[in-house]
């Protein structure tokens, strides 16, 4: 088995992040590898950022990556992603969710919010992937299922998209909204 | 197949393998999950939020002295409220085995300090076990009880952050019935007198000699030998760090049981290696130590003792490596700190608040504490949970002392009311203080993730219990001034701050609606008006004057005109009324 891989994923307090890293997770853990799998509690979920952080390989010491180490940066709000980019490869993949939440200082208005930032990651990062996943889920019926079509994004861009990760997410979330969700898996694989 | 667990969902388990019987804790980051996890286990472990972490300590105590196997957990700090039962039954010794979790919180991610309670083990006498992920959080949990019981001391699982919140792989196995040990009584065991105290001291140290023994021959504490010019000395996460960097380049002394240490073994491991590194989260607890025993080693020189320890520090400190990174302009992502939600039941209170002049607000440990930020800026002290009445009390005494004409309000949630505001309060009325207390009832412990509360009316195990009437305790406690009010309305936030700020006796106002986030309870339904709706911006109306965002609501924004996002909005009304040009308006009721 090859180096333990690194998957950073950066959003903001309700979209869904813990939820879809526990699917990544789960479904890597099936295959048999070895996973480790951090997030950050507390504070986050009063609008503050969130972070979960995924490695995954044949034996996994440390469940934080460091700076320069992700192999994967998935954000589902795009000047989060500007803000752990720090933590990418310098030659590693970004997914952006093209989708800002507006934060307090920028709501006050004391700080316009950065609308030019996927300009400014595609100034910086080489292989990026912009989705528009809120776009996507809404036209499936509900944007709540942005984290799972950028869950798909993800697996198809880690080519790990061989698990059965329909059968993970069933296990995963509530019954009614199984076919939603795996349509939105298929969605964002395909947006790749 | 192993399952993945976080550290909390996995000491919990271990509660359940090792036969536990009685758990107790009160909510706190990081530690909240492992309770919430027991509550699975039901049918054979009682457990309960506490009020306070004495108490949990108290009643896991209790457990023990008659014969269960017992648990009791907390965040860091909460080990500072529980530390006066812990230190005498370290004196004691137990009955049925006696373990406490403190989940330290490195890096600050969700408290007010980052103290290393090890030093609680080497002050109070009792070992000290230290997991280095969730499968280890586990099994060191079963065999924290089997020390114990095997050296009659109570023992401290110590665990991070980031123990308690990675989720690892662990190999679960059946629970083990261990009943409950006979209780007799025995009055020289565990009466702490004087006369007891003055032998349970002598024996206590006799133990901890035991315990070093043990210390030296248990896995617990087990060494990993590869190339031996570099010898690494670690415990808890920073084993799983160290390892990151080093790989096998490196030999490790992967300490388990931190104190007492296994200082013999170590001092052979010591004379193996060429360089021995220390590499610890926080404080040198393991340096000092090992460096007062005259074992020369590297550690607190290179690895800063602030903050959360990462691979990263770790490789910049010892290997002189940075890591390779895109070049980035920090100043484009804009900060993002939490604040109070859309709706919260505490803002329209805060921003009556922050509009009286010469008043001191002192705060205290919750959701509330987000108070003190932009633009609400209505809070001027945050120390610990329940200070805002009894620090708040000391200020309003001090400036009547000293002829300062200045009022002090101090705001307490009711979770932390229950935990330690009520001494407090008793404090203020029988020393005939004046300042005004005000208990934000949001009807649930919020900031920790929606714990029961004495408040609230469910157990920790989904059981109606008695609820306890804040404004019953308030006036039983003396306090004959006692408002009630909906905070969502501003003008009766504003006449109850009014009233008590201009009386001379104790005063307390309750703001009473529930957590916006909250999982309303059908008793919530009965008492408030939940009917869902929104507010909405009239454009025509809107002249931007900007009055609405100084509320601090997330769902407000500004372009030509204020915006409300609707997918944020609960319809709490409190921008609605403070528009000056009544531009605002409910709708989808």
């Known amino acids: 088995m090859e180096k333990t891989k690194n998957v950073l994923l950066v959003g903001v307090g309700g979209q869904g992040i813990i939820l879809a890293s526990k699917i990544l997770s789960q479904g890597l853990i099936s295959a048999g590898y070895d996973v480790k799998m951090s997030e950050v509690h507390g504070m ?4 503050g950022s969130v972070t979960t952080q995924v490695r995954f390989g044949e034996n996994v010491h440390s469940p934080i990556i460091g700076k320069g180490q992700a192999d994967i940066i998935v954000a589902f709000e795009k000047m989060e992603a500007y803000r752990w980019l720090g933590y990418l490869k310098p030659d590693g993949i970004a997914v952006v969710n093209d989708y800002a939440i507006p934060s307090a200082p920028t709501l006050s208005g004391n700080v316009p ?59 995963n979330v509530k019954e009614k909204f199984v076919p939603l969700n795996k349509k939105a898996l298929a969605e964002g694989m395909k947006h790749l | 197949m192993k399952q993945l667990m976080t550290g909390n969902e996995a000491i919990a388990r271990g509660c359940y393998e090792a036969g536990v019987t009685l758990t107790a804790a009160y909510p706190g980051t990081p530690s909240t999950e492992i309770l919430e996890n027991m509550a699975q286990y039901k049918k054979d472990i009682y457990s309960e939020w506490s009020p306070n972490e004495k108490v949990a300590m108290e009643v896991a105590i209790g457990g023990s002295i008659a014969g269960a196997r017992s648990l009791a957990a907390m965040k860091h700090v909460g080990v500072n409220v529980a530390a006066d039962p ?31 309670n090890r030093y609680y083990g080497k002050a109070a006498k009792f070992p000290v076990i230290e997991p280095s992920n969730s499968q280890e959080a586990k099994d060191f949990t079963k065999e924290a009880f089997e020390i114990s019981e095997k050296f009659d001391v109570p023992v401290m699982l110590r665990v991070t952050t980031r123990i308690c919140h990675s989720k690892t792989p662990v190999e679960t196995s059946e629970r083990q019935e261990v009943g409950i040990k006979p209780y007799e009584k025995n009055i020289s065991k565990f009466v702490a007198t004087p006369a007891n105290g003055r032998i349970m001291h002598v024996l206590l140290e006799k133990k901890l000699i035991e315990l070093e023994k043990f210390s030296n021959e248990t896995s617990l504490n087990r060494i990993e030998w590869n190339d031996k010019k570099i010898g690494i000395v670690t415990a808890g996460v920073a084993y799983q760090y160290a390892k990151e960097v080093f790989g096998d380049t490196a030999s490790y002394f992967k300490v388990g049981l931190s104190f007492p240490m296994p200082m013999d073994k170590i001092k052979s491991f010591a004379k193996e290696v060429d360089t021995l590194y220390v590499i610890e989260e926080l404080e040198p607890f393991m340096e000092e130590q090992m460096k007062a025993n ?20 770790i490789e910049e400190a010892l290997l002189g490596k940075t890591p390779e990174m895109l070049e980035l302009d920090d100043s484009k992502a804009v900060g993002r700190p939490p604040t109070m939600c859309a709706g919260c039941p505490h803002r329209g209170f805060f921003y009556e608040l922050s509009r009286k002049k010469n008043v001191m607000v002192t705060g205290d440990i919750g959701c509330y504490t987000l108070g003190s930020a932009e633009p609400l800026n209505a809070m001027d002290t945050c120390i610990c949970m329940g200070a805002s009445i009894s620090a708040g009390h000391g200020a309003q005494m001090a400036f009547n002392k000293n002829g300062v004409d200045k009022k002090v309000v101090g705001v307490i949630g009711d979770s932390t009311f229950f935990h330690s505001g009520i001494t407090g309060l008793l404090d203020i009325v029988y020393n005939k203080g004046n300042a005004v207390t005000v208990i934000l009832d949001n009807r649930i412990t919020g900031m920790t993730g929606h714990q029961e509360n004495p408040g609230t009316g469910y157990t920790l195990m989904g059981e109606k219990a008695p609820v306890i009437d804040i404004e019953k305790m308030v006036r039983a406690c003396g306090v004959e001034d006692v408002q009630t009010i909906n905070p969502l309305t501003l003008k009766e936030s504003k006449d109850a701050i009014d009233k008590a700020l201009a009386t001379d006796e104790p005063s307390v106002i309750i703001t009473k609606w529930p957590c916006v986030l909250k999982e309303f309870s059908q008793e919530d339904y009965e008492e408030f008006d939940l009917t ?11 002249t931007t004057c900007k009055v609405c965002g100084k509320v601090g609501c997330p769902a407000i924004s500004f372009g030509e005109k204020a915006k409300i996002d609707p997918t944020m909005c609960v319809g709490c009304e409190v921008c609605l009324q403070v528009c000056p040009f009544k531009a605002i308006e409910k709708v989808g009721e």
């Not at chain 1, 986050?44 to 609008?47: E, H, P, T």
């Not at chain 1, 950028?150 to 697996?155: K, P, S, V």
């Not at chain 2, 074992?295 to 990263?312: A, M």
């Open chain 2, 86 to 116: 812990i230190f005498t039954y370290a004196y004691t010794g137990v009955n049925g085995g006696f373990v406490f979790v403190s989940a330290d919180d490195p890096g600050l991610h969700s408290s007010q300090n980052e103290q290393d």
């Open chain 2, 294 to 313: 005259g074992i020369e080693c590297i550690g607190k020189e290179k690895i800063s003792n602030i903050g959360e320890l990462t691979p990263n520090v």
């Open chain 1, 113 to 171: 919010y950065p609308e030019t930032i996927i300009d400014d990651i595609a100034a910086v990062v080489k292989n990026l992937t912009v989705v528009k996943a809120a776009d996507i889920a809404v036209e499936l019926g509900n944007i709540k299922a942005q984290n799972i079509v950028l869950l798909g994004a993800l697996l198809k861009a880690m080519a790990i998209d061989d698990i059965d990760w329909e059968n993970v997410l069933a296990e």
């Open chain 2, 532 to 542: 869902e709706s929104i507010c909405q911006v009239d454009e025509e109306k809107c």
């Open chain 1, 44 to 47: 986050a979920q009063r609008g």
